[in-house]
């Protein structure tokens, strides 16, 4: 099989979701031992089937599970490293590849953070790059041309069929969620379809 020439999509979401009302007090009713952990993990089950349905509906073409199964992302990630440690100067950047998954560069880059386009220079001709343009710590709805002008201002310098656009991380790396309810987080993930669709087609 021929390797695709265009990514499966350009609007991405990897990461967390807010976790909702339901699964929260579930959530507490487990840690307080008023419900069995079972039942918990049918109600985690339930809310991932229903996010799905929501990225449906807003035309994501990916879906994940929201990470409704987490309590804290700092932490799980923390008691998984067994020992390996990582310094805060330094970032990987990640290239999607043509199958949909990730490919995982070899140098780490000194970076600003939220700075400039420029490592982008960097990427190898094909290697699809998702750009984490609208924040998940504020409610705040970006506007579309702003998006459009840094999607602009990337194109400088990596072709703009390998950019693609997503929210800069998730929405709740604990469970109790960043400062925006669920109607402003799919407002975001709207915004962001609505404006791949426009930039791409």
Avoid at 28 to 57: C, H, N, Q, S
Avoid at 177 to 200: H, M, P, Q, S, Y
Wanted: with cysteine; hydrophobic share 40%; proline share 5%.
């Amino acid at each position: 099989m021929a390797p695709r020439a265009t990514p499966l999509f350009r609007a991405d979401h990897v990461g967390s979701l807010l976790q909702p009302p339901a699964l929260l007090e579930a959530r507490a009713r487990a840690a307080e031992g008023t419900i069995p952990g079972e039942a918990l993990r049918e109600v985690e089950d339930a809310a991932v089937v229903a996010v799905v349905r929501i990225w449906e509906d807003l035309g994501l073409q990916s879906a994940t599970d929201g990470e409704f199964r987490r309590t804290s992302r700092h932490m799980d990630f923390i008691y998984r490293l067994r020992g390996v440690s990582r310094t805060s100067e330094s970032t990987e950047i990640h290239f999607r590849n043509e199958r949909g998954g990730l490919d995982f560069t070899s140098a780490a880059l000194r970076v600003e953070r939220s700075g400039g386009f420029e490592p982008l220079r960097l990427v190898p001709p094909g290697k699809l790059v998702v750009l984490g343009l609208v924040t998940t710590k504020r409610p705040a709805l970006e506007s579309k041309y702003d998006l459009k002008r840094r999607i602009d201002e990337a194109a400088r310098y990596v072709p703009l069929e390998q950019l693609c656009l997503s929210p800069q991380c998730g929405y709740s790396s604990t469970v109790e969620g960043n400062e925006l309810t669920e109607d402003e987080e799919r407002a975001k993930l709207a915004l962001i379809v609505e404006t791949a669709a426009e930039v791409w087609g």
